[in-house]
């Protein structure tokens, strides 16, 4: 339910109507109640997740009352307040975090300009603010490890099946006693019996090579100087997935 008796800018305002655009022209509207904060974020990061690019860096985010602007320059990450007026006001500041900006951003549109002061100092001077050559635009790498994540479900739903069993006797031992060796991106390892000497093991690693065989992974040698009772396999999508329900 929009609340009522709501002020931005010294005007009642019972329903914040927002407009979110970017360079290219897109545009979405949005119509702010007293609990859609959670329901902004969303839409605002789906705008952004799917427009933004090196090409198209910059968000505004308006309320349509008030003539209150808060610009996302995303290839610097600087945040610009704008207020048209009498005498108009702009103000910027620097943002290191995602979840930085993402807090001033809901607080912006739930309650305009001056609700954002305290995450401050903003200044005038928006020069001062540029980082280097090395800054990296946090959301457009944000929007691709998400389509990176989306193209690895798709792949692994492609892949034959896992028998469910075996895969859970190897996430057990894999939660009690392992752990993923991350030499490279293209070069991962599930670890098993970290540390643990052969005689530790016992029939237990006897086990888990059977299991390890049925289920059709790849044991490798173990690297110079790990415990004698560890097993190395070479990682498989499948199994990662179902290991993030047990890490």
């Known amino acids: 339910m929009v609340g009522t008796g709501h002020r931005i800018n010294g005007r009642d305002v019972s329903e914040r109507k927002l407009a979110i655009r970017d360079e290219q022209g897109h545009k979405r509207s949005f119509t702010m109640g007293d609990s859609d904060h959670l329901k902004f974020s969303t839409a605002f990061n789906n705008f952004v997740r799917k427009h933004v690019s090196e090409e198209n860096s910059t968000f505004r985010l308006e309320h349509v ?89 798709r792949e692994i739903t492609k892949l034959p099946k896992l028998d469910r069993q075996l895969l859970t006797r190897f996430c057990k031992v894999w939660a009690d006693n392992g752990y993923n060796e991350y030499v490279s991106d293209s070069e991962v390892y599930h670890v098993l019996f970290d540390s643990r000497d052969i005689d530790e093991v016992g029939p237990a690693r006897d086990e888990l090579l059977t299991t390890v065989e049925a289920m059709g992974l790849e044991v490798v040698d173990t690297p110079a100087g790990a415990a004698t009772g560890e097993v190395w396999v070479r990682a498989d999508p499948r199994v990662d997935r179902e290991l993030e329900k047990w890490a």
Do not use: C, H
Not at 65 to 76: M, S
Not at 91 to 105: G, N, Q
Not at 112 to 134: C, Q, V
Not at 135 to 144: C, D, K, M, P, V
């Open 65 to 153: 009352l008030t003539d209150e602007v808060l610009i996302i320059e995303t290839e610097f990450g600087i945040l610009g307040r704008v207020r048209q007026s009498e005498n108009p006001e702009t103000s910027y500041r620097r943002y290191e975090r995602r979840t930085d900006a993402a807090t001033i951003i809901v607080s912006f549109a739930s309650s305009g300009y001056d609700a954002i002061d305290k995450y401050g100092p903003w200044t005038p001077d928006r020069d001062t603010l540029l980082p280097d050559a090395s800054f990296e635009n946090l959301e457009l790498a944000w929007a691709r490890e998400l389509d990176r994540e989306e193209q690895r479900r």
